[in-house]
């Protein structure tokens, strides 16, 4: 499995620090909050979920110059379990960098304190979510600890799975249709909360008034024609009855055109029927679309404009 390598530097330069640095993960944030007491220097924890300490391949633990003392490092779990290593250059006055790996500290470098892969045995094999920064130190101006890098190499995530694309449906519409004060039974649906008519339906109802428009096919252009101020052209079957059920409705594929015009509305075939969202139609032929809770009922004013 390809690896990706992500180097976490955690930083203690004075007591007083209060550093932030980014984590393995874009969305995880590590503090360090070193102690004002000198004996500690602060501690790093990560999300219980991650599983980042068994993906350490290497600890490189920088000294500056200390006077006397050292530094340790302490692993702890949410079980109280804890283990302490000693890294320190004696209280020597030569600073010291420890690059430590599960196969020991290596060998270039300046080499004190414990058993360094049982370090690494504790990263892999127990639940650990903090990592600890202490100081043996008698002078707290003098604090032995540069920085801790630790290196991770994590397996790459998985793809997120695309997800599936939701079927849409075309529920019968319920509510009652008043078109200039009169009820007419349209068979309309309701698509992704959407009432949508019958084109010719519409423009049957609407013929005789001042909003009337006239549908037609171009077939060079395979594009549905619709024309405003034109009596409609009756062509049979109009404001028939939809069949009974929940439908699947499917984009229409033929252009628009409104008086000779291009035009962008959202419409969908069913049952061989083209049906058009209310609202859009009465946009365009300016007529008012309106709704009456109260009643449940849809209401078409061919007296006044569209208004949203």
Do not use: H
């Not at 290596?106 to 045995?121: H, T, V």
């Not at 032995?144 to 630790?150: A, C, F, G, Q």
Request: proline share 5%; charged share 20%; hydrophobic share 40%.
């Amino acid at each position: 499995m390809r690896t990706r390598k992500f180097l976490c530097l955690i930083l203690a330069l004075a007591i007083s620090a209060f550093i932030s640095v980014a984590a393995f993960a874009e969305e995880q944030l590590i503090e360090i909050k070193p102690d004002v007491s000198g004996t500690s220097g602060g501690q790093w924890y990560w999300n219980d979920d991650d599983d980042i300490s068994k993906y350490v391949t290497e600890i490189v633990l920088e000294l500056t110059e200390p006077t006397k003392g050292g530094a340790f490092i302490v692993l702890q779990g949410p079980n109280e379990l804890w283990k302490q290593y000693m890294v320190t250059n004696g209280g020597g006055t030569d600073a010291g960098v420890f690059v430590i790996t599960p196969q020991g500290v290596q060998p270039e470098s300046y080499e004190y304190g414990q058993n360094y892969p049982d370090l690494f045995k504790t990263l892999q094999t127990e639940q650990v979510d903090q990592i600890g920064l202490g100081y043996y130190i008698p002078d707290v101006a003098a604090l032995p600890v540069k920085s801790l890098t630790l290196i991770c190499e994590m397996p790459d995530k998985a793809p997120e799975p695309t997800p599936k694309p939701v079927a849409l449906t075309a529920q019968p519409t319920a509510s009652k249709v008043l078109v200039n004060g009169k009820e007419v039974a349209f068979g309309a649906y309701n698509i992704s909360g959407f009432n949508y008519f019958k084109l010719r339906d519409l423009a049957y109802a609407l013929s005789g008034t001042p909003k009337q428009f006239e549908v037609g096919w171009d077939a060079k252009a395979e594009a549905i024609t619709l024309t405003s101020g034109k009596a409609y052209t009756v062509a049979g079957g109009e404001l028939e009855a939809n069949g009974a059920g929940i439908k699947t409705p499917v984009a229409t594929s033929s252009l628009i055109s409104i008086n000779g015009k291009a035009a962008s509305l959202a419409a969908y075939n069913i049952d061989s029927f083209n049906y058009f969202q209310l609202r859009d139609i009465g946009k365009a032929f300016n007529f008012s679309v309106g709704w009456e809770a109260a009643s449940s009922t849809i209401t078409i004013d061919t007296s006044k404009g569209y208004t949203e």
